[in-house]
């Protein structure tokens, strides 16, 4: 089974090559939203996590308030680095129970959907990786439209990430993700087609 890797800055169309993927019976296993089911108030990092981050948990409701986390660990390396910690082998773990689903339902191919892929290794694990690119002010603009970002919020999430140009440089295929979907799609298709999927 062939595993690719899509990675990609916050912002650069990820999830739009994650959804193409899924349209061609591709399965991809989402990074993000294992991290938001493990944070959740049944997830495996909720006790933990709140424990650790005491400032994040909104205790009246019973929840991590994710904003308020990520706002404190955007803010110090040190609290990140306990945050990964905790995270990070979980996430792992439950990649690998999902190549391991694949494998045994006789797929092909499956995805791995994980921003951080260069900076946490993860490109060890796949066959090829994809980056998701577009240009900064396409970026830029994308992040800003979410509910509760800033200006100064997206620089500190874009400093705790490898900058795109070398993401793009350490990947086998970069999609560009600024010209539209069907652009898109043309040169996912064709990267497939090579690979002969």
């Known amino acids: 089974m062939k595993?690719?890797?899509l990675t990609g800055s916050?912002?650069?169309g990820k999830s739009q090559i994650a959804a193409l993927l899924r349209q061609k019976r591709i399965p991809v296993f989402d990074s993000d939203?294992?991290?938001?089911?493990?944070?959740?108030p049944t997830g495996a990092a909720f006790r933990t996590i709140a424990l650790l981050f005491p400032d994040a948990w909104d205790k009246k409701h019973h929840l991590?308030?994710?904003r308020k986390l990520g706002h404190i660990v955007f803010n110090d390396?040190?609290?990140?680095?306990k945050l990964e910690a905790v995270l990070h082998p979980l996430v792992d773990k439950a990649q690998r129970r999902f190549i391991l689903n694949a494998r045994r339902n006789g797929r092909k191919t499956a995805a791995l959907d994980?921003?951080?892929?260069?900076?946490?290794?993860g490109e060890r694990k796949c066959d090829v990786v994809f980056c998701a690119s577009a240009p900064f002010f396409v970026q830029k603009l994308r992040v800003l439209r979410r509910a509760g970002m800033t200006e100064s919020g997206f620089y500190k999430i874009l400093a705790g990430q490898m900058p795109d140009g070398l993401k793009r440089r350490l990947a086998d295929a970069i999609?560009?993700?600024?010209?539209?979907?069907?652009?898109t799609q043309r040169i996912l298709g064709k990267l497939?087609?090579?690979?002969?999927?």
Request: charged share 20%; no cysteine; net charge positive.
């Open 3 to 5: 595993i690719i890797g």
């Open 10 to 12: 916050i912002g650069m």
């Open 33 to 40: 939203a294992e991290v938001h089911s493990l944070l959740a």
């Open 64 to 66: 991590i308030d994710r």
């Open 77 to 81: 390396m040190a609290e990140r680095r």
């Open 114 to 121: 994980i921003p951080l892929l260069f900076e946490t290794g």
């Open 175 to 183: 999609l560009p993700t600024g010209l539209g979907r069907s652009h």
């Open 192 to 197: 497939l087609k090579k690979m002969g999927l």
